[in-house]
């Protein structure tokens, strides 16, 4: 009896391949019995005794339940998930999941909602068995998306197998065969990018076109068809992603249809194949290389991408497709920039060397060689790799590499994207994280894991670059440029006319301009030297910026006020990376280009080869300041070195932002340390200089508390920086000590005014930051320094809700450490006083209608100001912060953090989502764009280089499309907005 006993404890039919380390052994072996426990609760003996034992399996699952918060929690909550595999191997549970789900539409009693619940069910459970098989080494990365896909082609299968026997249940489809509801219902499902291609992701959302054919069998009233699919659709989209207790299937993005912004969700055959070939742009071409049928009438969707075939597919290999390839390369990658790359904070899809180059390096060889031979039209990135070598289209070498790095680098992904089940790219920027995806991949430590991830970036990065270095050019050289003499020559004005300037005449004059030496970087015979050969590559480089007249006139300006320029021109010269983003700053952003003009020297920084790997954390600013500002200076000058400085690393923290080296959050936070550090010694030289003429009062102390975006860590390059002077003094302190004694409270007056002017006196370096002390108690006609006791009992006695929502976002920044502490503790204590909820919602309701009364948005682009923008989450959060409704943990003041941290009784886990995702949206513009820019986002004065960063950092293929998501986005918050704040009334 008991070795039976003992076989059927130990006979688990996962057997782990690889062996995985915990973070913490102790914790993971506490996660272990745990389980144990809710597996004994649940009656699951077998599976207690089993999670209780020694063995590799147990050392297996303990370490995967320590390093994944998520697999660890569904284990918990549904411990029959492992007990199943005593019974069944994970394929054959997943045979047995898709089965259920396919017949789950089919049953006599189903309804939407318990559609829903089944569907989650199953997902949730199959989710879990892929990555644990994926985890084990029991599936390759291949049979991991393969098996995610499936999933994904399941579940959407089932929702439109219901939602058509339902629309026949009301009379208004006339399906052929209740059982097989799909077959000729005209009902077109593609499934677009990874999930067409069955390499979908571990929390990937799938990409769906839906189109129908008004004349299909099925339907009853061709007139009313847009309407009927337009509507399912959009119930379908609500089954798959809306979040319920039982989690959400998958989030389901349509924006990738024929001109989002202005058609319906389902889109007739006919009207679709019209669009495509009249107006069908270069990325939906390479879009629909990887379109398959998914769901619904397989059979008309595979009709219809046969029609599209000539219009994917080009007969003939002529230059305009290879200028087509050329321009979504550009829409694609910003750029890419030069030196080290980072391994904390890399976008393991979207960054240098990263998965997007690799699919990006197959689709152009398809564009370019798929018409001639249809061996080529595939839709998997690997096989194509083996279709590309066997044709000679790449070596063999090529080949593997690229492969075994794709594999690679998507375990990767799937590792980040499982600790939490989000939908992330991006390696943590924590040493913590860092280790913790280091052990799921299996590496010792973080090192071993950087060591080969930066490997395979190089790798794959070098294939990449070939690929664009020998890809035929426009023509074999650029064309005549002929600058001597004083006369334009006719055949140059033709070429630079070729490449995209508006005004040769004018670009001819200023080029010779520089060959006459006329400035102080052009003056040596060298200079001139490297300049003429580098002129043809910078006119190329400005060109392809679609603003080369005025990219060449900011060069223009900036070489006026260059000392020299061989370094800077040789450099240029063999780093074609440096030169591309010289020629996206000069065109696509006009703010960073001033910066550089005015001050040249900032470019210095660029030279730096580890610019990009070294990610500009507090430290490192901290670091480089202090090196900054080494020595004893005289006080103005601290104050120019300061200006300096900053406006230096604000260019550099951009430009990695440029480069894609940092993300939009990671870039605020850079921008609110570098006024945290260089304001706290701006305060510091004001200090030391005041006490020198005037003393300093027993025990006088002082503390900067940041309010607004410098408190929430959101600056932009184009901030102003809202503060709030707090000081304390022993009780019976008197006059100063100094020469000139002044009373305390006059004292504190005159030296906050001095700090004003360090900060934002304009000299010759420019102006430190704008001050703005608005904030403080009793705004502009309070004094402009606080005692702490004042602030205390104005906080607590005068304030007006809405100086307790910003107060949500004060952070002290700077001054004494002791009252630092004290006025954190204080306005923890303000914020978490007992407030009447729903008085607070209705006033911040109020004035959120009173901001839009007085200054509406001017467009879609006003993204602070439209109606579901960016005021709108903040007011979300703050009202939750003063209410109480954020999860307990420490005080945040970051609106991204406090919105993934809304407590579930105020908005639910769906809700938090789509807030999440929308601020993320929200910062990425706002951060590029005050990036770029030095006024208002014009939408019809767009630089073409400003669109392509902005689809560059929110990972979308056209603006037409972004817009869409925009609009769209903004209508969720603002229907959030009134659900949280309204209690659902608009």
Request: aromatic residues 6%.
């Amino acid at each position: 009896m008991a070795a039976v006993a003992k076989r059927t404890v130990t006979d688990w039919l996962l057997k782990p391949a690889v062996g995985l380390a915990p973070l913490d052994e102790g914790q993971a072996r506490q996660e272990l019995a745990d389980i144990a426990a809710a597996a004994r609760e649940e009656g699951l003996t077998r599976l207690a005794k089993f999670l209780g034992a020694k063995g590799e399996a147990q050392d297996f699952l303990a370490a995967v339940f320590d390093l994944s918060p998520f697999l660890r929690d569904t284990a918990r909550r549904r411990p029959r998930i492992l007990d199943a595999l005593f019974d069944q191997t994970v394929e054959a549970r997943l045979k047995a999941i898709t089965a259920a789900i396919d017949q789950a539409p089919l049953a006599e009693t189903v309804s939407e909602s318990s559609l829903m619940m089944e569907l989650r069910q199953c997902k949730a459970e199959a989710h879990f068995l892929i990555a644990l098989a994926d985890l084990a080494g029991e599936a390759e990365t291949s049979l991991t998306v393969r098996r995610l896909s499936d999933l994904a082609d399941a579940c959407t299968r089932a929702a439109v197998d219901f939602l058509l026997r339902d629309a026949h249940g009301q009379g208004k489809l006339k399906l052929l065969d209740l059982d097989n509801p799909s077959r000729q219902s005209g009902w077109i499902l593609l499934g677009m990018g990874k999930l067409g291609a069955h390499e979908l992701n571990f929390s990937s959302d799938i990409d769906l076109v839906v189109f129908f054919d008004p004349e299909a069998p099925a339907v009853v009233d061709p007139l009313d068809a847009t309407e009927l699919f337009s509507r399912l659709t959009r119930r379908l989209v609500r089954i798959l992603q809306d979040r319920t207790e039982h989690g959400y299937v998958f989030r389901t993005d349509l924006r990738l249809r024929p001109d989002p912004g202005s058609t319906p969700l389902a889109i007739p055959v006919e009207a679709a194949l019209r669009y495509y070939e009249a107006r069908g742009q270069n990325w939906e071409r390479a879009a629909m290389i990887k379109a398959r049928p998914v769901a619904g009438d397989l059979a008309a969707g595979a009709a219809f991408l046969k029609e599209l075939q000539p219009y994917i597919w080009r007969k003939y290999m002529d230059y305009a497709a290879i200028a087509d390839v050329h321009s979504i390369k550009r829409q694609i990658h910003a750029h890419k920039g030069h030196g080290e790359i980072a391994v904390k904070g890399h976008n393991v899809k979207l960054g240098r060397g990263g998965i997007r180059e690799i699919e990006f390096f197959v689709q152009t060889q398809q564009l370019i060689a798929g018409g001639r031979f249809p061996e080529l039209r595939g839709r998997e990135t690997v096989p194509m790799l083996g279709q590309l070598a066997t044709r000679g289209w790449i070596t063999a070498d090529a080949r593997d590499a690229l492969a075994s790095q794709y594999w690679f680098l998507r375990r990767v992904e799937h590792a980040i994207q499982m600790v939490a089940d989000e939908q992330t790219h991006t390696l943590p920027g924590d040493d913590e994280g860092l280790e913790r995806i280091a052990h799921m991949l299996g590496f010792a430590d973080a090192a071993a894991f950087s060591l080969a991830f930066r490997a395979s970036l190089q790798q794959v990065e070098r294939h990449y670059a070939a690929l664009f270095e020998t890809a035929p050019e426009l023509s074999a050289g650029i064309g005549n440029l002929v600058f001597t003499g004083d006369v334009d020559d006719p055949d140059t004005l033709q070429t630079l006319h070729g490449l995209g300037f508006q005004r040769p005449s004018d670009i001819c004059r200023v080029i010779r301009g520089w060959h006459f030496g006329r400035y102080r970087v052009t003056q040596s015979a060298e200079a001139r030297e490297r300049l003429t050969e580098l002129t043809p590559a910078l006119l190329k480089a400005f060109g392809q910026t679609r603003r080369a007249d005025e990219a060449l006139i900011r060069f223009d300006e900036f070489l006026a006020g260059l000392p020299a320029g061989i370094q800077l021109f040789s450099l240029l010269q063999s780093n074609p990376a440096l030169l591309k983003l010289m020629a996206t700053i000069m065109g696509a952003a006009p703010r960073l280009a001033a910066i550089i003009t005015r001050r040249p020297h900032v470019f210095d920084g660029l030279l730096d080869p580890a610019l990009l790997s070294e990610l500009p954390d507090r430290a490192y600013l901290s670091a480089r300041l202090s090196a900054f500002l080494e020595g004893d200076r005289i006080y103005e000058e601290v104050l120019d070195r300061l200006r300096i400085f900053a406006s230096e690393q604000k260019f550099l923290i951009g430009v990695r932002l440029l480069a894609g080296s940092i993300d939009p959050a990671r870039a605020g936070r850079a921008f609110s340390d570098l006024a945290d550090l260089t304001i706290e010694a701006a305060l510091q030289a004001v200090t030391a200089e005041f006490s020198a003429r005037h003393g300093t009062i027993a025990g006088g102390v002082v503390s900067l508390l940041g309010m607004g975006k410098l408190g929430s860590r959101e600056l932009t390059a184009g901030s102003d920086v809202d503060l709030i002077l707090l000081y304390d003094h022993d009780a019976n302190a008197e006059d100063s000590d100094g020469d000139k004694p002044l009373a305390p409270s006059h004292y504190y007056t005159r030296m906050t005014q001095r700090l004003i002017s360090a900060v934002s006196a304009p000299t010759a370096e420019g102006v430190l930051y704008e001050l703005d002390l608005r904030l403080r108690p009793s705004g502009n006609k309070g004094p402009v320094a606080t005692h702490i006791d004042a602030f205390k009992k104005y906080q607590r006695q005068e304030a007006w809700t809405w100086e307790h929502m910003a107060l949500s976002r004060a952070r002290a920044i700077g001054g004494d450490a002791g009252l630092c502490a004290e006025v954190e503790a204080e306005v923890a204590a303000v914020l978490g006083q007992p407030r009447d909820a729903a008085k607070v919602k209705t006033e911040a309701a109020d004035m959120r209608a009173m901001i839009e009364n007085e200054k509406p948005a001017r467009d879609l682009w006003d993204i602070k100001l439209i109606p579901g923008g960016l005021i709108d989450l903040e007011f979300i959060a703050q009202v939750a912060v003063i209410t109480g409704q954020v999860e307990a943990g420490p005080r945040v003041t970051g609106t991204a953090e406090i919105l993934s941290r809304l407590a579930p009784g105020f908005a639910d886990a769906g809700v938090r989502q789509e807030l999440g995702a929308a601020f993320a949206l929200y910062l990425a513009l706002t951060q590029m764009t005050r990036l770029c820019l030095t006024g208002p986002f014009e939408r019809d004065d767009v630089p073409p280089g400003l669109s392509d960063l902005l689809l560059a950092v929110t990972d979308l293929p056209d603006f037409g499309v972004l817009e869409a998501h925009l609009k769209e986005t903004s209508q969720k918050v603002r229907k959030d907005f009134d659900l949280l704040l309204r209690a659902g009334r608009p």
